[in-house]
């Protein structure tokens, strides 16, 4: 089991941890220096429109909100990271008894194999599917991260510019997204390349939609108005389109009404990647 893992519940963003390898060259709290892990990426502090006007109901009012710097994944978690994860903690229940993971879900990737649970043949590079907000939460306090805001995800998504869709404002097409291909229908982490964002942030349009650690409330967003309580009852976001789902969804600032529908379970269709502050601890 990852040494930071700890099982008792955790405020949003509070506790987080940093291993330092032997050898690592020292680094000043608060600088941007060279200790980032190499599997995320850094998001500069700044401010940015989040929302949009002239779309959904629940993209509106578009406003300013100013973000303190972060690092988020450049990947989704993978079927077979989340399946060492499951091996570490024990299963897919947490001690409260809560499910981290569909197993007996038909459309899950990962099953049980001689005591271990591992990434079906062929999906091991695809990102995980049919794990609840609590497993996305869970496994990514077990990295020492967390999930990331709503806020969060939409700024590594749009930039400060305001791009469209997270390669700029293109078009969605086949060289850019999975999209608009039948059910469960995943392809590999980090394809297709022509999705990435400026910044080298992969898959945040289409291929599975995504937890972020926010309530699904009404703009705008404001952190501390209790949509970042982690045990708070409620549907949480999901953002980026899925394999399964049509071009509107691929755009920045969609919020995915209704699909979670229970956070408390999984679903084919969403995955999550992990985020962490930007300071070091």
Known sequence: ????????????????????????????????????????????????????????????????????????????????????????????????????????????????RDGRFRADPGFEDHPVVEASWTGGWEYCRWRGKRLPSEAEWEMAARGKTGRTYPWGDQLPDAARARYGAGWGETTPVGAPP???????????????????????????????????DPDAAGERVTRGGAADTGPETLRATWRGADVSRSPGAGHHNIGFRCARSGRLF
């Open 1 to 112: 089991m990852d040494p930071t893992y700890k099982p008792a519940a955790l405020a949003a963003g509070v506790a987080l941890w940093l291993a330092v390898a032997p050898g690592a060259v020292a680094v000043q709290v608060g600088t941007a220096a060279a200790a980032d892990p190499p599997e995320m990426v850094r998001i500069a502090a700044g401010t940015f429109i989040m929302g949009r006007e002239g779309g959904p109901a629940d993209e509106r009012p578009a406003h300013r909100v100013t973000l303190a710097a972060f690092l988020i994944d450049r990947l989704p978690v993978t079927n077979a990271g989340f399946a060492g994860f499951l091996n570490a903690v024990g299963g897919p229940l947490d001690g409260r008894g809560r499910r981290l993971f569909d197993w007996d879900d038909g459309d899950a990737r990962i099953h049980q």
């Open 194 to 228: 022509g999705g990435a964002s400026p910044q080298g942030v992969m898959n945040m349009a289409g291929n599975v939609h995504e937890w972020v650690s926010s309530l699904y409330r009404r703009y705008p967003y404001v952190a501390d108005d209790g949509r970042e």
